[in-house]
Nanobody, 125 residues
Framework: QVQLVESGGGLVQAGGSLRLSCAASGRTFSSYAMGWFRQAPGKEREFVAAISWSGGSTYYADSVKGRFTISRDNAKNTVYLQMNNLKAEGTAVYYC??????????????????WGEGGQVTVSS
């Protein structure tokens, strides 16, 4: 079973940047897609970004396209989410998750598991 630990969250002003990291252990990291999701208070968990096992394909929610970048370092078993030009609506708990199998494209919640515990990102306006 894979274990995922997120880091890098915090408080930032609107327009600022943060980089989230997710370190994985316990499974062959390079064989699975990885994704980032977020859940704002009172809302359902939503897809943010995903990356294929090789890093060759990336996918983004329309709301973050052009501002967020997902990347991975398979040698370090880590996936990153660089978030630029953050907006107040980006305030949420951000979760990383591993793909359930080796599919290249995975963007739906049911295509991921297990999940990290999440990290809070707060964007002040």
């Amino acid at each position: 079973q894979v274990q995922l630990v997120e880091s890098g969250g915090g408080l930032v002003q609107a327009g600022g940047s943060l980089r989230l990291s997710c370190a994985a252990s316990g499974r062959t990291f390079s064989s699975y897609a990885m994704g980032w999701f977020r859940q704002a208070p009172g809302k359902e968990r939503e897809f943010v970004a995903a990356i294929s096992w090789s890093g060759g394909s990336t996918y983004y929610a329309d709301s973050v396209k052009g501002r967020f970048t997902i990347s991975r370092d398979n040698a370090k078993n880590t996936v990153y989410l660089q978030m630029n030009n953050l907006k107040a609506e980006g305030t949420a708990v951000y979760y990383c998750a591993a793909g359930i199998d080796g599919r290249i494209r995975a963007t739906m919640i049911w295509e991921f598991g297990p999940w990290g515990e999440g990290g809070q990102v707060t964007v002040s306006s």
